[in-house]
């Protein structure tokens, strides 16, 4: 396969993953919510949370920015509410409880908080979107923890889930370069999903679906992120939707999923066909071609050029610098930063980088 390895981890690290500002952002947001929700329980005398859990994207460091062309589009973070058995009511009315909370002290919002059936929804009128799932911990051996699901309490472990994801992307990916290869393939599935969405005005499946056929058909490659999820993709094109997704040892699809199974396996065949195409003898012309009908995004369009070079260098160098990033990576990362700060008409946005220093999320 013709080597774009480069240019595509440039590409996740400048278009896909989260800059840390966003990251920094999603923090503020997810921070003022639980003081809003610790605040408003009070005022209205309801029992307080004895724990929160992060979970989803945010927490497993793979959220990933929105497609070009649909900026608006919402950045979502999951945090449990955790109460103890003895306080909890019924799911509803333990739900209700944290939906007034919020209401209670709320700003800022497109709407009123809302009761999901597996969570409390906060929508902003920018955008993000905070969800807060219900938990009750139940006295016992194990201390469990159920979650608040339409009228039932499920039992549910979210803080496994997020382990498990630790470990697989810890114990399949390379060991080179101290970066989570898997971590960047769960990114870059969960990107092209959300594109062929937005192309296709259609449902794919969720975040967590996404992940957990990342990682049931990640092919490691050591040094070639291109190669590696162009045969992970290869597998997911295989696959049949009527095929249940596991995640955790826990089944996480239902019959829901059948279509948007089928719409993504479906977009993983045209783009593995497009991809097969790269050979060895190719040119970079052809292979920026190819790899933009995967993405569709304008980053494939650009040509650098020596002065938005130098500019970049300028900025990424002292960026990087700061954040402790050796002199090569500042390089690679600065080439492609011109790319995507031509396609913005701005050198002010903050660059990138990757989150694998970071890997905590």
């Known amino acids: 396969m013709f080597d774009y390895s480069k240019k595509v981890t ?5 278009h896909v993953t ?8 999603m923090k503020s947001r997810r921070d003022a919510n639980k003081k809003r929700i610790i605040d408003g329980l009070d005022i209205l005398g309801k029992p307080s949370p ?12 793979t959220m990933t920015q929105p497609p070009e062309g649909d900026e608006d589009s919402r950045y979502d973070i999951d945090m449990g509410v955790v109460f103890d058995e003895a306080d909890a009511k019924t799911p509803a009315t333990t739900k209700r409880w944290v939906r007034d909370a919020i209401a209670e002290k709320a700003s800022g ?12 929804r906060v929508v902003y009128a920018d955008g993000y979107q905070c969800d807060f799932p219900v938990f009750q911990k ?10 608040a699901s339409s009228d039932s309490w499920v039992a549910s472990d979210p803080r496994s889930m997020n ?46 679906l996404v992940t957990a056929l990342a990682i049931e058909n990640y092919i490691a490659v050591e040094g070639r992120l291109d190669e590696a999820f162009r045969e992970t993709l290869r597998r997911i094109s295989s696959r049949s939707k009527h095929q249940a997704v596991f995640a ?10 059948t279509e948007r199974l ?26 920026r071609k190819s790899w933009k009908k995967v993405f569709q995004h304008s980053y494939f369009d650009e040509v650098e050029s020596k002065s938005a070079s130098a500019t970049t260098n300028k900025y990424a160098s002292a960026a990087a610098g700061a954040l402790g990033i050796s002199s090569s990576v500042q390089a690679e990362r600065a080439a492609a930063a011109v790319s995507g700060l031509k396609s913005s008409g701005t050198m002010s946005k903050p660059f990138a980088f990757d989150d694998e220093s970071n890997d905590s999320q």
């Not at 955790?248 to 999923?257: A, F, L, R």
């Open 10 to 14: 440039n590409f996740h690290d400048i």
């Open 138 to 147: 139940c006295s016992g051996l194990n201390d469990t923890h159920e979650l």
């Open 262 to 287: 089928s719409r993504m396996i479906e977009s993983a065949v045209e783009s593995v066909e497009h991809l097969d195409n790269l050979h060895d003898d190719i040119d970079e012309e052809t292979a």
């Open 18 to 25: 989260l800059t840390m500002s966003l990251r920094r952002d």
């Open 50 to 61: 004895i724990d929160w859990i992060n979970q989803g994207g945010y927490a497993q460091q």
């Open 248 to 257: 955790n040892g826990i089944q996480i699809s239902d019959n829901k999923d």
């Open 163 to 208: 382990a498990w994801i630790d470990e697989r992307v810890s114990s399949l990916s390379p060991e080179c370069s101290g970066v989570s290869q898997l971590r960047q393939i769960i990114r870059l599935i969960k990107y092209f999903a959300k594109v062929k969405a937005f192309k296709k005005s259609r449902k794919f499946p969720s975040g967590l």
């Open 109 to 120: 919002m497109k709407n009123e908080p809302e009761c999901k059936p597996k969570c409390v």
